[in-house]
T-cell receptor, first 113, second 115 residues
Framework: DQQVKQNSPSLSVQEGRISILNCDYT??????FLWYKKYPAEGPTFLIS???IKDKNEDGRFTVFLNKSAKHLSLHIVPSQPGDSAVYFC????????????WGLGTSLAVNP | NAGVMQNPRHLVRRRGQEARLRCSPM?????VYWYRQLPEEGLKFMVY????????ESGMPKERFSAEFPKEGPSILRIQQVVRGDSAAYFC?????????????FGPGTRLTVT
């Protein structure tokens, strides 16, 4: 049972435009959501997170939006840069489950110059 | 470098041998998580440890796999009698613990190949 779903395996965007990566979840007990970026042969790198009590968190070019009623979150990257090309993972956790991260399958983002 | 360290980065074992994967958490972090990524799949939780204590091992296969985080030294993920299906990337992450932030910081991973 995939509790965290990233339905787009890949996304291609032009440099300078907005990248929007989407994530859906099924477990209403999740209280924290995180986005990680991963390059081949490296570990995931933490990007940005959001608590379930908020609906938006912004850090530089990265903004995460949370819609709890729809059980949906998205990561916006503006403007997109070629160096952003990587696989992006959405992960969710809850304090009652030892905060272990439940992962989506990832979306491969290609930013074209 | 105060980041999460894992070694070895690459490990090749023949079927039936033992694999030992090591993880040193980020400075100041006392909690360690192990995850596994099989080819073409996402990361899956395996085990969560504090020093000298296993908090949650619900993601560990029941046989051949064990983990520890001793008072001194790195956390060790041990796989006995490896089989081809154990070939995967194994990632360790560390965090501040239950009272701190949720963020987990990952090491570069160990890529295990079973021949």
């Amino acid at each position: 049972d995939q509790q965290v779903k990233q339905n787009s395996p890949s996304l291609s965007v032009q440099e300078g435009r907005i990248s929007i990566l989407n994530c859906d979840y099924t477990n209403s007990m999740f209280d924290y959501f995180l986005w990680y970026k991963k390059y081949p042969a490296e570990g995931p790198t933490f990007l940005i997170s959001i608590s379930s009590i908020k609906d938006k968190n912004e850090d530089g070019r990265f903004t995460v939006f949370l819609n709890k009623s729809a059980k949906h979150l998205s990561l916006h990257i503006v403007p997109s840069q070629p160096g952003d090309s990587a696989v992006y993972f959405c992960a969710a956790a809850n304090a009652g489950n030892n905060r272990k991260l439940i992962w989506g399958l990832g979306t491969s983002l290609a930013v074209n110059p | 470098n105060a980041g999460v360290m894992q070694n070895p980065r690459h490990l090749v074992r023949r079927r039936g041998q033992e694999a030992r994967l090591r993880c040193s958490p980020m400075k100041g972090h006392s909690h360690v998580y192990w995850y596994r990524q099989l080819p073409e799949e996402g990361l899956k939780f395996m085990v969560y440890l504090q020093k000298e204590n296993i908090i949650d091992e619900s993601g560990m296969p029941k046989e051949r796999f064990s983990a520890e985080f001793p008072k001194e030294g790195p956390s060790i993920l041990r796989i006995q009698q490896v089989v081809r299906g154990d070939s995967a990337a194994y990632f360790c992450a560390s965090s501040q613990g239950q009272g701190g932030s949720y963020e987990q910081y990952f090491g570069p991973g160990t890529r295990l190949t079973v021949t």
